[in-house]
Nanobody
Framework: QVRLVESGGGLVQPGGSLKLSCTVSGIEFGLYHAGWWRQAPGRQREEVAIAHMDGRRAIASSVRGRFTVSRDDDRGTMTLQMSSLDPEDTGVYFC????????WGQGTQVTVAS
């Protein structure tokens, strides 16, 4: 059974950076498009970045130029490099296949505040 574990979140000041990691186990990760989503308090989960199997990347307009997604299919991992963080980036960050059909993991909390 597929298992998703997100890590790397924390408290960071506005303008700071964080690198999130996603570890996928129980399935051959390289066979799926995958990505990151986030959910802020009181808001719906939103798509942040997609890493397609063929190397294409799709980044939400709200984070384009600040966030970068990468994947390592051999290791079954995916990362989200975030820079120039803004309080609006606060939320719980999740990874999943794209479209998100696997059971969601616990996510990792990112808080951007001074």
């Amino acid at each position: 059974q597929v298992r998703l574990v997100e890590s790397g979140g924390g408290l960071v000041q506005p303008g700071g950076s964080l690198k999130l990691s996603c570890t996928v186990s129980g399935i051959e990760f390289g066979l799926y498009h995958a990505g990151w989503w986030r959910q802020a308090p009181g808001r719906q989960r939103e798509e942040v970045a997609i890493a397609h199997m063929d190397g294409r990347r799709a980044i939400a307009s709200s984070v384009r130029g600040r966030f970068t997604v990468s994947r390592d299919d051999d290791r079954g991992t995916m990362t989200l490099q975030m820079s120039s963080l803004d309080p609006e980036d606060t939320g719980v960050y999740f990874c999943n296949r794209y479209p998100p059909l696997w059971p969601w993991g616990q996510g990792t909390q990112v808080t951007v505040a001074s």
